[in-house]
């Protein structure tokens, strides 16, 4: 099961890094507020997902708190396949 670690945990917005099995790096993401972007870098390769479409401005702290996280997971599922 993977497990997910805030860099800060008082502010979703400074990013976070997911952990798999013996606690193996799935994946680190940062959360770009100017571009309204989440940026995923696995296995060294980066991919940005635009939230603009997501009606993020319109998100509460708690929930960039809770969606943030699950859409990187997401994205680095997505770098893994060769996305």
Sequence with gaps: MATHRFNHPNDATQGGTWFGE???R??????????KTVKVTRYMRRKGTDLINL????????????RLPQLAL?????IGKGG
């Design 74 to 78: 997401e994205a680095a599922q997505w």
């Design 26 to 35: 799935i994946c680190d993401w940062s959360w770009d507020a100017t571009t």
């Design 55 to 66: 009606g993020e401005q319109l998100l509460t702290p708690a929930e960039l708190r809770e």
């Design 22 to 24: 013996h606690g193996r």
